[in-house]
């Protein structure tokens, strides 16, 4: 995960707000809006997208008897190993890096390539999947149009893609785009230990390309792919200033304005869902 390991640092009292309504109407939209409706708020809070993204996707293979899921870059920590077999899917786990999948347990399912590489020599790979999920795996792809053309042709006909990945112009992952790579990679590993190469959590250079929280935006990218339906989860609020009082507050207020005036290009995170 690029900056994001705040989220881990003690819970702000936040006062709810009402859910934003996902802007597409089908099938993938009323899905989302009633699943958003059964869980506890502030939906607009990135706090909601932690602690909702796993059991989202599984509501959304049970919702579209989806059985077949690809973690893309699940690396050495998939999040769907365990609890995506224990609600009756078969998980497979991706990775560009051999060394992350050969830190899985021994018999782990595993699909090493690029996402966003030349696979057309890859038949095996057309229509294998029913779900493919990736989470904080979007901001270190180099081509994200071509990682979501690639997901379109690994997805059997309405099988759904998601991605769940922090977003410009958010001061976080603004500062961690503009500094160096090294320098970015020093901060993070200072305040969070664990995020030293050989801990349990790395951090890999971030691009963030297409990473963006409005729709409007991703569509001019999206639309020509082809996928039949498209949803974009926004988030405001992220977990850096935890440790630090009076910026945190000041920011978290600057966050919940953000959000009630939906100004998508101060997003933190956002999830994107496409069914083909
Ligand atoms: C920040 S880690 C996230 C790991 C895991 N998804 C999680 O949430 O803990 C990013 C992972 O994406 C992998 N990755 C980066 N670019 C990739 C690509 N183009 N194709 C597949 N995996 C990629 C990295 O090797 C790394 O394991």
Redesign the pocket.
Known sequence: ??LADGYSAKRLSIARMPAQRVQTDGPLASMLDQYRGGTRGPHWHSDWAWENYEPLTLALAQHFGLKRLL?????????FLEIGRKAGLEVIV????PR?LALLPPGTPTAQ?????DLRGRPDLVEAFDLMT????FE???DVEQ?WKNIHRMLRPGGIGMAFFPTLYSWPFLINKLLPPETAKAIVERFFPNRAADGD?PV?PALYDWCYGSETKLKRMLDPIGYSEMALLPFWGHRYLDRVPVARELDHLANRASSALDIRALTTYAVVILRK
């Open positions: 995960m690029s973690e893309v870059g699940g690396g050495r920590d998939p999040g991706n990775d560009i890096d992350e390539f690029d996402v966003a590489g990736a989470r904080m795996v270190h792809i180099h990682a959590n890999f």
